[in-house]
């Protein structure tokens, strides 16, 4: 019982991470790293208690799960029987979301890793793709890959916005492609050399506002994982791994403070549109978290409405990890369809949604 209670309290402290502004209090927005696990275990009490002799017990569990309802529907997906329908029609609209790692330009040996990604946009065939952490020339955002992207998959529209630069020749940034006419580009600075791109999109009948964006990330790079993985499979931890340890968890409370301040002004931008709304992008975050929730606001999330389990789009580290995301607003759109196939091209997966446009 009195592990039961801790994991209450543990589930609690994932809820008040979700809502509670990042800096208010140190170190809660990391509960959220934790949130599906947290749900499962106080679900595991449940069950724990349903077949002991001490059957009140089940309470506890219950109350906790039913007051953080809201977070477990945010977290996990529960379309088991759901149909997924991914046929073309001139009133669907197919979106495909996929932070493409620099286009392989991080891969060492180098290899044919953007050759594969495009393909595998190729395949797709989406109506609107996004890409974030996409490679351009410096002084050309159409080469080495845009021009061919829109060739071959029919784009008529293409915009791009940097947010990093990789030495005096490269750029990294977002890019948003359409087959719809887009109007009314504009981009917004909403945090330190982040963006926020928003298009006007003229759809069968109606007009929709979409908004693009990468947030500021974990800075978690190769260095800090091979740490990690050094940590958990040793015995003997030295004091030089707990105060590196303590480095990165301080570097993550940090990083939560500065999507959180990105977040507010996002959400900000989107309640002013005058249009329905859709919104892409790699947040950084989970669905446990104040950005998340922040920027979702009453909009619906793909993944939710018709995806299964947890959804993770990010492949390395933990199997929960889903940071990016499609929200939409269902005046404009239903959706019929959604997957996230698992690759290894890049180090997040592809996510693709399908929508029938509300006429």
Not at 180 to 193: A, E, F, I, K
Request: glycine share 4%; net charge neutral.
């Amino acid at each position: 019982m009195l592990l039961n209670i801790l994991a209450a309290i543990w589930l609690g402290l994932c809820f008040a991470a979700s809502i509670t502004r990042p800096g208010t209090y140190p170190y809660l927005p990391l509960f959220s790293i934790t949130t599906p696990i947290a749900i499962v275990v106080n679900f595991i009490f449940l069950l724990l208690w349903l077949v002991s002799a001490n059957g009140w017990r089940t309470l506890l569990p219950v109350i906790s799960l039913a007051l953080c309802y809201k977070l477990i529907c945010s977290v996990f997906a529960f379309n088991f029987f759901a149909t997924n329908d991914f046929t073309p029609a001139p009133n669907h609209m197919k979106v495909m979301l996929w932070n493409v790692h620099g286009m392989g330009i991080y891969d060492k040996p180098h290899n044919n890793n953007a050759a594969r990604i495009m393909n595998r946009i190729q395949q797709e065939a989406p109506d609107v793709l996004c890409t974030t952490e996409f490679y351009v020339r410096y002084n050309d955002s159409m080469k080495p890959y845009s021009r061919k992207i829109m060739n071959d998959n029919g784009f008529k529209y293409f915009n791009y916005i940097s947010d990093n630069t990789l030495g005096t020749e490269m750029l990294l940034g977002t890019s948003a492609y359409s087959k719809y006419p887009l109007s009314n580009m504009h981009t917004y600075l909403v945090g330190r050399s982040i963006y926020l791109l928003q298009v006007d999109v003229q759809l069968p009948g109606k007009m929709m506002r979409m908004f693009f964006m990468h947030l500021y990330s974990f800075r978690f790079n190769d260095d800090d994982r091979e740490h990690l993985a050094e940590v958990r499979s040793t015995k003997n931890v030295t004091e030089e791994d707990v105060a590196r340890s303590k480095k990165i968890v301080r570097r993550f409370d940090l990083n939560y403070i500065e999507r959180a301040d990105e977040a507010d002004n996002v959400a900000g931008i989107i309640a002013a549109s005058p249009y329905p709304v859709l919104v892409c992008g790699d947040f950084n975050d989970l669905p446990s978290s104040y950005t998340y929730n922040t920027i979702r606001g009453k909009l619906h999330d793909a993944f939710i409405d018709k995806g299964i389990g947890v959804g993770r789009t990010y492949n390395q580290i933990f199997p929960t990890l889903r940071i990016d995301h499609i929200f939409f607003d269902v005046r404009a759109l239903t959706i019929i369809g959604f997957k996230c196939p698992s690759v290894s091209v890049s180090d997040h997966n592809p996510v693709i949604a399908n929508f029938e446009v509300n006429l």
